[in-house]
């Protein structure tokens, strides 16, 4: 079982940047697909960025070329860098931990971007 916190969100312009960090605590993160999703109000739940094991990353075309998102298995922490931010990328921010049939969510930080 993983225990996922998320944190970094918060209120920034369009075009700025936030940097996203989720501290995972029990055993299992660096066996596990980390994933970043978002929700926005009166939406579903989407993937937004998911790093495997070895690093193999993969993004929504809606942020391809503006979000990273990286892992530190040392540090039991995934990130997600989010550079020229757009209003539409306003939502809750959830990290995600997939190990095998396991799946454990954060609770989530909101991103708010102002026009």
């Known amino acids: 079982q993983v225990w996922l916190v998320e944190s970094g969100g918060g209120l920034v312009q369009a075009g700025g940047s936030l940097r996203l960090s989720c501290a995972a605590s029990g055993s299992g993160f660096s066996s596990s697909i980390m994933g970043w999703f978002r929700q926005a109000p009166g939406k579903q739940r989407e993937l937004v960025a998911r790093?495997?094991?070895?690093?193999?990353?993969n993004y929504a075309d809606s942020v391809k070329g503006r979000f990273t998102i990286s892992r530190d298995n040392a540090k039991n922490t995934v990130y997600l860098q989010m550079n020229s931010l757009k209003p539409e990328d306003t939502a809750v921010y959830y990290c995600?931990?997939?190990?095998?049939?396991?799946?454990?969510w954060g609770r989530g930080t909101q991103v708010i971007v102002s026009s």
């Open positions: 790093i495997s094991t070895g690093g193999t990353t």
């Open positions: 995600n931990a997939a190990l095998f049939a396991n799946i454990s």
